[in-house]
Nanobody, 124 residues
Framework: QVQLVESGGGLVQTGGSLRLSCVAS????????MAWFRQFPGKEREIVAA????????YYANSVKGRFTISRDIAKNTVYLQMNSLKPEDTAVYYC?????????????????WGQGTQVTVSS
């Protein structure tokens, strides 16, 4: 069982930066693939970035490539999403997620554990 708690969301102007944090509690955090998803009003959750449990593989949605970076600190049981050059279209609720397979999935349906979400609002 893994519990996830996100923080770091807020209001920022276009072009600004935010860093989201996701603290995981439970056993064997470093054995889980971790991902960040976001959800727009009335839409399904979409993947933003993901990192394989080994740290060897990462994935980014095309819309955030070159602007967002996923990273983790195993000692702190924390995954981060550094978001730079933010745009109004990045405004959404951002969720941290974890799943324990060997394959890095991109679909929200494959993720077993979710945080409560944190709102990111980018003003124009």
């Amino acid at each position: 069982q893994v519990q996830l708690v996100e923080s770091g969301g807020g209001l920022v102007q276009t072009g600004g930066s935010l860093r989201l944090s996701c603290v995981a509690s439970g056993r064997h955090f470093n054995n889980y693939n971790m991902a960040w998803f976001r959800q727009f009003p009335g839409k399904e959750r979409e993947i933003v970035a993901a990192m394989q449990w080994s740290g060897e593989s990462t994935y980014y949605a095309n819309s955030v490539k070159g602007r967002f970076t996923i990273s983790r600190d195993i000692a702190k049981n924390t995954v981060y999403l550094q978001m730079n050059s933010l745009k109004p279209e990045d405004t959404a609720v951002y969720y941290c997620a974890a799943e324990g397979s060997m394959v890095l999935f991109h679909s929200s349906e494959r993720y077993d554990y979710w945080g409560q979400g944190t709102q990111v609002t980018v003003s124009s």
